[in-house]
């Protein structure tokens, strides 16, 4: 086994650190939490995350993007909104 120095251990150790903190920022700024109805910001917009409206959800809103069961929204930063939701901003999408 080769032996390391102290100055290749502390090079290695410091790029090791770094590579792990920047795929621990990575794998956090990918990993949302769904929003809950009882979240402040949801209360203050009425968000329910099944709509009681004919023709207004959340996949069909202007504020909201992605594909599949959770989307993005504008409104909720960094929170996921069911595509089934709805809340009081709701502006249909332009067709």
């Known amino acids: 086994m080769k032996s390391v120095n102290r100055r290749q ?24 939490e769904v929003l809950s109805e009882d979240d402040p910001s949801a209360k203050a917009l009425k968000y329910v995350a099944k709509s009681a409206v004919d023709g207004q959800m959340c996949k069909g809103c202007a504020y ?11 409104l909720f930063p960094g929170k996921l909104v069911s595509a089934e939701g709805w809340c009081a901003a709701f502006v249909a999408k332009p067709s």
Request: aromatic residues 2%; proline residues 0%.
């Open 64 to 74: 909201a993007s992605g594909e599949g069961d959770n989307l993005n929204c504008a």
């Open 9 to 32: 251990f502390l090079k290695i150790s410091g790029t090791t650190l770094i590579g792990m903190t920047l795929g621990g920022t990575a794998l956090r700024a990918n990993a949302q």
